[in-house]
């Protein structure tokens, strides 16, 4: 038992398998997982089992529906080797929004909160220390439940998987202004971090790859003529001085980070503004020399620098600036997250 929760141990354990100075994002996995079922009307009391395979029927729900939605969140290591969260509370609330826009039955709270507390109490071992890393927390839920009926499944599979990882983007990060795309509609799943979003946007994300973008950045779905966000971030920019960001809509994720980093640019006395801006508003920017920054903010990843970005078959390069609000922004978003600054907001939670 960790805080309450039974623990069936691994027989033996990988991480002495794992190269901690060469992690790569989200593709090794730690020893255990939570994991909780709904079945007859609620959610069973969560236990921590090694990690394994899922079992399910070709019927199951979530194969032919869709119903599946997933959290991202990150643990930290700090020099004496405690472990923290950054806002968990924020992710449980996000993912209980998106269990409702997808018809999945909600979760209680102390089935996330004490139970990734135990899983990462017990999984301690495989937080980095090293620069730049951190255990990356993947809760997620679908539909267990089988019928070919289209409707929602009766049973349910919460799990909360663990990976630890280095940085999201390797290189200079290009992104792509979409023109045809859309990521999202009014009145659609867009705010709710649901699997079929990210499905839906991997092959325009595919041919803007194949002429050299890592990301792309998503505009209206109305006449694609206000920036949105970006595939896996929500996305800033800086004109002279100013730093904006869209405003959150059906159509766009809620990112932490991204509220994280509006709190702490005022902080900063940073002069912010949440208001749409337009394509053209960017490109012009870009022109005439007032564009000096761009950069995404997510939980994946972080605060990174946009380099350039492209739109209509011509690409605009972004400065590189030596006092960039990206660098500043990111050095005290992660000194807090590391737990090597002051929490004046009190982010940080103890694990
Ligand atoms: N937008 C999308 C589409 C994302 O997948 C993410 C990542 O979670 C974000 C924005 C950033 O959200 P957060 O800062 O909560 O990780
Ligand atoms: C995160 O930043 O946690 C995300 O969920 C983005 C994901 C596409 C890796």
Same mark, same amino acid.
């Given at each position: 038992?960790?805080?309450?929760?039974?623990? &069936?141990?691994?027989?033996?354990?990988? !991480?002495?398998?794992?190269?901690?100075?060469?992690? =790569?994002? %989200?593709?090794?996995?730690?020893?255990?997982?939570?994991?909780?079922?709904?079945?007859?009307?609620? +959610?069973?009391?969560?236990?921590?089992?090694?990690?394994?395979?899922?079992?399910?029927?070709?019927?199951?729900?979530?194969?032919?529906?869709?119903?599946?939605?997933?959290?991202?969140?990150?643990?930290?290591?700090?020099?004496?080797?405690?472990?923290?969260?950054?806002?968990?509370?924020?992710?449980?609330?996000?993912?209980? @929004?998106?269990?409702?826009?997808?018809?999945?039955?909600?979760?209680?709270?102390?089935?996330?909160?004490?139970?990734?507390?135990?899983?990462?109490?017990?999984?301690?071992? +495989?937080?980095?220390?090293?620069?730049?890393?951190?255990?990356?927390?993947?809760?997620?839920?679908?539909? #267990?439940?089988?019928?070919?009926?289209?409707?929602?499944?009766?049973?349910?599979?919460? !799990?909360?998987?663990?990976?630890?990882?280095? =940085?999201?983007? #390797?290189?200079?990060? @290009?992104?792509?202004? &979409?023109?045809?795309?859309?990521?999202?509609?009014?009145?659609?799943?867009?705010?709710?971090? *649901?699997?079929?979003?990210?499905?839906?946007?991997?092959?325009?994300?595919?041919?803007?790859?194949?002429?050299?973008?890592?990301?792309?950045?998503?505009?209206?779905?109305?006449?694609?003529?206000?920036? &949105?966000?970006?595939?896996?971030?929500?996305?800033?920019?800086?004109?002279?001085?100013?730093?904006?960001?869209?405003?959150?809509?059906?159509? /766009?994720?809620?990112?932490?980070?991204?509220?994280? /980093?509006?709190? !702490?640019? @005022?902080?900063? %006395? /940073?002069?912010? &503004?949440?208001?749409?801006?337009?394509?053209?508003?960017?490109?012009?920017?870009?022109?005439? %020399? #007032?564009?000096?920054?761009?950069?995404? =903010?997510?939980?994946?990843?972080?605060?990174?620098? !946009? *380099?350039?970005?492209?739109?209509?078959?011509?690409?605009?390069?972004?400065?590189?600036?030596?006092?960039?609000?990206?660098?500043?922004?990111?050095?005290? /978003?992660?000194?807090?997250?590391?737990?090597? =600054?002051?929490?004046?907001?009190? +982010?940080?939670?103890?694990?």
């Amino acid at each position: 038992m960790v805080n309450n929760i039974p623990v &069936e141990k691994a027989k033996t354990s990988k !991480i002495h398998n794992v190269d901690f100075d060469n992690l =790569a994002f %989200g593709t090794t996995y730690t020893d255990h997982m939570l994991v909780s079922d709904f079945n007859d009307g609620e +959610w069973s009391a969560p236990k921590i089992i090694p990690y394994q395979p899922v079992t399910l029927e070709p019927s199951s729900k979530i194969f032919h529906y869709g119903q599946s939605i997933f959290e991202g969140l990150k643990a930290y290591k700090d020099e004496q080797g405690s472990v923290w969260l950054f806002r968990p509370m924020e992710n449980f609330k996000r993912l209980n @929004k998106s269990a409702k826009r997808l018809a999945i039955p909600e979760l209680p709270e102390s089935h996330f909160i004490d139970g990734l507390t135990a899983l990462l109490r017990l999984e301690q071992d +495989w937080v980095p220390q090293n620069p730049g890393s951190s255990l990356y927390v993947r809760p997620f839920m679908f539909a #267990s439940g089988t019928g070919f009926h289209a409707s929602p499944a009766d049973k349910y599979k919460f !799990i909360i998987a663990l990976a630890p990882s280095g =940085a999201y983007f #390797s290189g200079k990060v @290009k992104v792509l202004i &979409e023109e045809k795309y859309s990521r999202a509609a009014n009145g659609g799943v867009g705010y709710a971090k *649901a699997g079929g979003n990210y499905a839906g946007q991997f092959y325009p994300t595919q041919l803007a790859a194949e002429k050299g973008y890592q990301q792309v950045i998503w505009t209206d779905d109305n006449n694609h003529e206000f920036i &949105e966000e970006a595939g896996a971030m929500n996305v800033f920019v800086r004109i002279n001085d100013t730093l904006i960001t869209a405003p959150t809509n059906d159509r /766009i994720l809620d990112g932490i980070t991204r509220k994280s /980093i509006l709190d !702490i640019a @005022k902080d900063e %006395g /940073i002069d912010t &503004e949440v208001r749409k801006v337009s394509v053209k508003e960017v490109v012009d920017a870009a022109k005439n %020399g #007032s564009l000096k920054e761009m950069f995404g =903010a997510g939980t994946a990843a972080v605060v990174s620098p !946009i *380099a350039a970005f492209g739109y209509k078959d011509v690409d605009y390069e972004l400065p590189e600036l030596g006092d960039s609000y990206a660098s500043k922004l990111k050095k005290r /978003i992660t000194d807090i997250q590391y737990n090597r =600054a002051e929490d004046k907001f009190g +982010w940080r939670y103890k694990v």
